[in-house]
């Protein structure tokens, strides 16, 4: 008999992760959606995205154990059902680039619609990402005014920030560094902690809760994924510096900055820039909300143009290897915005498709080990799409690297020289040795010039 029953409002990358997550550990789970389609899929046991060990772990649910794993399209249900409920709907960006709640506007009215015929202590957790002030101010007015239930007496509220990367979910949800817990009051917050201690086990050792208000576990996500996204950008920066003076290796430069321990090396590789669902989002969430209260962030402003000029750069570095790309093939090798996804959404691929494009370069082909289908979402025919690296290669002029997935990394000089027209390459993730590669065929990297 399992211990938990919690439901999951909302199936996207961190939802669906969470809730086979919870499912393989003996966690009754209901997960709640409003597409049909998507719901059957997940209780067929078919992962409706890619996301790297996802679908081997539903397999592996649906063979032993499918009634701890169930999606409906009721989440009033869903939540009538369990003794906690975790919001974990998208909060897109608007046009002005503010945060979009009404996901969650809609999802907090659905667990009032329930709490109302619900005499239980309930505990809601939001997990979505937030700006300050959304859990007490918004998601628990609304369930209070719908439900007519007292906080922190008949149903609990906290708000624990999620800290997954897209590529290795279901990793960081079953080993996470540390569970920040944001509490509306120390009842909620205990409930929240003991279920994790059932969920983790062991693995709390060395594995830090802490424990805080609302307003500030808010606060911690946005602080993550904004450090995060400003160590990019000022590798990058560096990058760029690199590419002044002869001789320079930027990945020298990051590994030597790297190795300091108040610094670490993560995140200091110099790239075409960051995307994903969360950081381009979440940097400008908290650059408009800060700016809302009378505070315009210079900081994330910087982060973000740089970012954004990486596309630029990248096709720059083409043109001066190869001259003017109009009327010649070009060749991208990898379309997702990381690898172990196919998620597309705010990829760099994007931004250099547009920048090339802009450029009067229109023969433009792509290759992705998993990002086919949803990157024909997002380009049409604006671009051709390959099945293999030797295809995406075929009569090309110029390849660029934008996706460092493994079978990439693999390639030898030789490989482009045997498949491409004429074999000029753009690194654009740092993935093969410079003096291997530039000593054999005509190539650039970002962050690195010869004399």
């Known amino acids: 008999m399992y211990r938990y029953s919690v439901s999951i409002l909302g199936t996207g990358y961190i939802g669906l992760c969470s809730a086979a997550c919870f499912a393989e550990k003996d966690i009754k789970v209901l997960a709640s959606t409003h597409n049909t389609k998507k719901a059957q899929m997940i209780n067929d046991g078919i992962a409706p995205f890619f996301e790297a060990n996802l679908q081997e772990m539903m397999d592996d649910i649906k063979k032993k154990k499918p009634e701890l794993l169930q999606c409906i399209t009721d989440p009033i249900k869903a939540v009538l059902n369990t003794d906690i409920s975790m919001i974990t709907q998208g909060t897109p960006m608007r046009e002005d680039k503010s945060i979009d709640l009404s996901y969650i506007e809609s999802t907090a009215r659905e667990i009032g619609e329930a709490l109302k015929h619900k005499d239980k202590y309930h505990l809601v957790v939001v997990r979505s990402t937030v700006v300050p002030g959304t859990t007490r101010n918004l998601v628990n007015k609304i369930i209070n005014d719908v439900s007519g239930k007292e906080p922190g007496k008949d149903y609990g509220l906290c708000m624990q920030p999620e800290f997954l990367a897209e590529g290795r979910s279901i990793e960081d949800t079953l080993h996470p560094d540390r569970i920040v817990i944001g509490e509306f009051d120390e009842k909620s917050g205990m409930m929240l902690q003991e279920f994790y201690e059932y969920f983790y086990g062991k693995h709390l050792k060395n594995c830090p809760i802490l424990r805080m208000n609302l307003e500030s ?235």
């Open 217 to 451: 576990a808010e606060l911690v996500k946005y602080g993550n994924n904004c450090l995060l996204s400003t160590k990019i950008s000022y590798a990058n920066e560096f990058a760029n510096f690199a590419e002044l003076v002869p001789n320079v290796d930027i990945v020298q430069v990051m590994k030597g900055v790297g190795l300091d321990y108040r610094i670490n090396h993560r995140f200091l590789g110099a790239g075409v820039g960051f995307g994903g669902s969360c950081f381009h989002k979440d940097v400008n969430a908290i650059k408009a909300w800060s700016k809302s209260q009378g505070y315009p962030s210079r900081l994330l402003e910087a982060v973000l143009g740089i970012n954004d000029d990486q596309a630029i750069h990248i096709v720059d570095i083409a043109e001066e290897l190869v001259g003017s790309l109009v009327g010649k093939k070009v060749s991208l090798l990898g379309l997702a915005f990381k690898p172990g996804t196919d998620d597309m959404r705010q990829a760099p691929s994007i931004r250099v498709v547009n920048e090339l494009k802009k450029r009067g370069i229109l023969d433009i082909i792509g290759f992705d080990p998993k990002a086919k289908e949803t990157a024909k979402e997002v380009f049409g025919e604006e671009i051709k799409y390959a099945d293999s690296i030797e295809e995406v290669l075929k009569e090309s002029e110029c390849a660029v690297i934008i996706t460092d997935w493994d079978e990439f990394k693999n390639l030898k000089p030789e490989d482009f020289k045997k498949h491409m027209k004429t074999p000029n390459l753009v690194d654009g993730r740092r993935i093969y040795d410079y003096q291997e590669f530039n000593n054999a065929l005509p190539f650039r990297a970002l962050g690195h010039i010869d004399l």
